[in-house]
């Protein structure tokens, strides 16, 4: 294969690169070697002075199910009337895909790197995993919901002072299809700067 059709190959992956909720996630999920060079994709993102602002927490196997009574009790916590329906929603939240992955946005105190930079390299690590995922053969879905921002879940994952969740990856096989959606109209957003 030429250089060329490899771009091309590449190109059209990302064209046609779609996030299927995680709700619609099943087995199979990739296995501990290639989980292994997803993980190593998605470190590959730009990083101002070789910081590594961010790190990875991979939930497989029975650690979901556990992770998910974090979410449950976390929930119940939060909530002054929980329902016996959505503490077993939270309980089994982890359990809707086969992998997912925690990415923590991990602030280093370094003056010379604006911290602004080094989220936004947390960011282009939860797209890189999406990508990986992708060029691998499976699904994923890139969400935060409620428990990225809760306190006990936050202590639950280990966060050190300053640390954050930039996103849960959720990683899997497509139940379905994902529809296409809308995307944005190229004139409404681009523009070129010229000189005045």
């Not at 929930?75 to 959505?86: G, K, N, Q, T, V």
């Amino acid at each position: 294969m030429s250089e060329k059709s490899l771009s091309e190959d590449a190109l059209n992956l990302l064209l046609s690169r779609r996030s299927v909720i995680a709700n619609n996630l099943g087995p199979p999920g990739p296995d501990a070697g290639l989980m292994q060079k997803i993980l190593t994709v998605a470190a590959r993102v730009p990083d101002h002075k070789k910081l590594v602002p961010w790190r990875f927490v991979v939930f497989e196997g029975d650690a979901r199910a556990a992770f998910g009574e974090v979410l449950a009790n976390a929930y119940e916590a939060s909530d002054p009337d929980p329902s016996a329906f959505r503490r077993d929603t939270e309980a089994a939240r982890f359990t809707r895909a086969p992998i997912v992955v925690a990415v923590i946005s991990s602030i280093a105190n370094k003056k010379s790197v604006p911290e602004w930079e080094q989220i936004l390299s947390a960011g282009a690590a939860c797209q890189n995993l999406l990508i990986a995922a992708n060029a691998a053969g499976f699904s994923a879905q890139w969400i935060t919901e409620w428990y990225a921002y809760d306190e006990t879940v936050s202590r639950a994952l280990g966060l050190a002072d300053g640390e954050r969740v930039a996103g849960f990856v959720y990683i899997g096989t497509a139940k379905e299809p994902p529809k296409e959606r809308d995307r944005p109209d190229l004139d409404a957003i681009v523009s070129h700067w010229r000189p005045v």
